[in-house]
C-alpha cells in the first residue's frame, strides 16, 4: 500500500526508468546525448547522425551513416492515400492533432504489429524519423490551398523539410540553424511525452502508437506547446519597453502567473539549450534588424531574472525557439510539430532501452474515494 509520504505530485524527483540514453544535470544546465554534450552536437553533429547516436547509443561509423542516411531517404515518401487523408483534415484544426492522427496512420500503410522483432523494430523507427516532417509539412500546406510536395532525396533530413514546408530550398545557413535546432530537441531525459511513450512501450503497443502518444502529450501548453505560447506572448506584449507593466498586470491579476517559457521541473538556473538558441538568434540577426520579438525577449529575460531568479525559474528551451523558427518563416502553429520531429528520436531511443527487460508499467495510487456505497436505484434518487 502507497502512504502519503512517498507520494510526489507529478512524480517529482521519482526514478520512473533507469537509462543510459541522456544525462541531465539541472544545477548546472549540463545536458549530454549518451555522454556528448548537447552544445558539442548542435555545432558538429547533425540530426541524422545525433539520431543514430540516440538509438544506437554510440556515434555512427562512416559506413553506418551513409547507409542510415541513405534509409532515411527512402522512407521520406508517404503512401498517396495517406496524404488524402491530411487532405480531409479541417484546414482550422491545429497541426499537432493533425501530426497525432497522421502518425497512427502511419502505422496502418506500413505496419509493424509485432514489437518482438528488432529488424522490424527498427525499420518502424526509420520511417517515423523520415516521414514525420512529411506529414507534418503536408498538413501545413495543404490547410493554406498549396499543394504538397514530395520529398526531395538529394536534400538532407532539415533542408528537406524546409523546403517541403516553404516550397524553396532554404539557404545554408538556414538550414544549419534549423538543423541544430532539431538537434537541440532531440532528447530530454524523463519528460512528460517521453515517460508516457515508455508507458505505451511497456505495454508493447506498436511504434506508430507509441509516438502516437508522446505527440498528445507534447502537445500541452506546459511541455511542447509552451514555444507557441512563448511567442504569442511577446507579440502580446508588444515591444521591450512594455514588458515591465505587462508583468506587473499579469502578477497584480494573478500572483501565480506562469510566464510562458520560463522555469523547468530540473533546471533551477538558465536552461543551456536557451542559452544556445539565444547564440543562434544573436548570429541571425547579426546582419539585420533584431525582431521586435526577440528585443521584447531579452528585456522579459531581465525583468523575469529579478523577480523569478531566486526561485530558479530562468528561461527553458521554448524561451528563444519560437523567435528562430519565426526569422525562418515557418508559421508560429508550426513550432510544436517541429519539436515533435525533433524529438521522436529521443522517444525512439527510451522506446528501444524500454523494451529490453521490459516490465509493464502500473504505479499505484492513494485512494481517496468513498468505499461501500449503496446502490439506489434511479427512480429512487431524488
Ligand atoms: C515547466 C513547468 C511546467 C514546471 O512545472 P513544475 O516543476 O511543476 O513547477 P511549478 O509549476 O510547481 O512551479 C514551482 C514554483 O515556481 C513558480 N513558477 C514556475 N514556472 C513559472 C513561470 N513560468 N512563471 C512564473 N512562475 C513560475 C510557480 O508559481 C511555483 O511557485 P510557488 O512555489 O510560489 O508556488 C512550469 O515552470 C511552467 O508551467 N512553465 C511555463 C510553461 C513552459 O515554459 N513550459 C516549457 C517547459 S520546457
Not at 511542447?224 to 505587462?246: H, R, S, T
Not at 520531429?341 to 529521443?346: L, S
Amino acid at each position: 500500500m502507497t502512504v502519503e509520504a512517498e507520494f510526489k505530485p507529478g512524480l517529482e524527483d521519482v526514478p520512473a526508468a533507469k537509462s543510459a540514453v541522456s544525462f541531465l544535470d539541472g544545477k548546472k544546465a549540463r545536458l549530454e546525448y549518451r555522454g556528448i554534450p548537447v552544445e558539442v552536437l548542435a555545432q558538429q553533429s547533425n540530426y541524422e547522425e545525433t539520431a543514430w547516436l540516440l538509438i544506437k547509443g554510440d556515434l555512427p561509423t562512416q559506413k553506418q551513416l551513409a547507409e542510415f542516411d541513405h534509409d532515411l531517404r527512402q522512407r521520406r515518401a508517404v503512401h498517396y492515400r495517406l496524404k488524402d487523408l491530411i487532405r480531409c483534415m479541417p484546414a482550422d484544426g491545429h497541426p499537432m492533432d493533425a501530426l497525432h492522427a497522421s502518425v497512427a496512420a502511419l502505422g496502418l500503410f506500413y505496419p509493424c504489429p509485432n514489437v518482438a522483432d528488432p529488424a522490424r523494430n527498427w525499420d518502424a523507427s526509420m520511417r517515423l524519423i523520415a516521414a514525420m516532417p512529411t506529414l507534418v509539412a503536408a498538413f501545413a500546406r495543404t490547410r493554406r490551398g498549396d499543394e504538397i510536395l514530395d520529398p526531395r532525396p538529394d536534400l538532407d533530413h532539415a533542408a528537406n523539410f524546409l523546403y517541403m514546408l516553404g516550397g524553396k530550398e532554404p539557404t545554408p545557413a538556414a538550414r544549419k540553424v534549423f538543423d541544430a535546432c532539431l538537434v537541440l530537441h532531440a532528447e530530454h531525459q524523463m519528460n512528460a511525452s517521453t515517460f508516457t511513450a515508455r508507458v505505451a512501450g511497456s505495454a508493447l503497443a506498436n511504434p506508430y502508437q507509441v509516438i502516437a502518444s508522446a505527440i498528445g502529450t507534447l502537445s500541452g501548453p506546459l511541455h511542447g506547446g509552451a514555444n507557441e505560447e512563448a511567442l504569442e506572448q511577446f507579440e502580446g506584449i508588444g515591444g521591450p519597453q512594455n514588458v515591465k507593466g505587462w508583468l506587473d498586470a499579469k502578477r497584480a491579476a494573478d500572483p501565480k502567473y506562469k510566464v510562458m517559457g520560463l522555469g523547468h521541473r530540473v533546471y533551477k538556473v538558465k536552461d543551456g539549450r536557451a542559452t544556445v538558441l539565444q547564440e543562434i538568434a544573436e548570429h541571425m540577426f547579426a546582419e539585420t534588424a533584431r525582431p521586435k520579438t526577440y528585443e521584447t525577449a531579452l528585456e522579459l529575460e531581465r525583468v523575469a531574472a529579478g523577480i523569478y531568479g531566486p526561485k530558479g525559474i530562468y528561461p527553458n528551451v521554448d524561451f528563444y525557439s519560437g523567435v528562430v523558427y519565426q526569422s525562418l518563416g515557418i508559421p508560429t502553429d508550426v513550432f510544436t510539430p517541429i519539436f515533435a520531429i525533433a524529438r521522436v528520436a529521443g522517444w525512439l531511443a527510451h522506446w528501444h532501452e524500454q523494451l529490453v527487460n521490459n516490465r509493464i508499467y502500473r504505479p499505484d495510487q492513494i485512494s481517496v474515494g468513498k468505499n461501500d456505497v449503496p446502490y439506489v436505484p434511479l427512480e429512487q434518487r431524488p
